[in-house]
Nanobody
């Protein structure tokens, strides 16, 4: 089994910063792409309703949605099976539940996509 746990959400004022962490654990033999999604609170938990925010490949290449470019930075620590999202200059419209999505291989499965439980980020005065 593979577990993914996010942390680091909370309440922050506009212009502030937060860093989210997402750690994967279990019988993992490889980790491929790691992503952060977000979903506006109150819109359910359907993964198809989540917006992709940032992606980092196993080689370290990154990609961002236009609305967070130059404000958010995604990074990963392969030794810790962890992905981070550094968020600067936060805006009220960044308020959302942030979900980690990880592509892994295990001893039994060549490819598995695993979601975390989400962490709430609220940007407000």
């Amino acid at each position: 089994q593979v577990h993914v746990v996010e942390s680091g959400g909370g309440l922050v004022q506009p212009g502030g910063s937060l860093t989210l962490s997402c750690a994967a654990s279990g019988t993992i033999t490889a980790i491929y792409d790691m992503r952060w999604y977000r979903q506006t609170p109150g819109y359910g938990r359907d993964p198809h309703e989540r917006d992709l925010v940032a992606t980092i490949t196993s080689e370290g290449s990154t990609k961002y949605v236009d609305s967070v470019k130059d404000r958010f930075t995604i990074s990963r620590d392969n030794a810790k099976n962890t992905v981070y999202l550094q968020m600067n200059n936060l805006k009220p419209e960044d308020t959302a539940v942030y979900y980690c999505n990880v592509e892994v291989a295990t001893r039994l499965v060549r490819f598995l996509e695993v979601w975390g439980q989400g962490t709430l980020v609220t940007v407000s005065l």
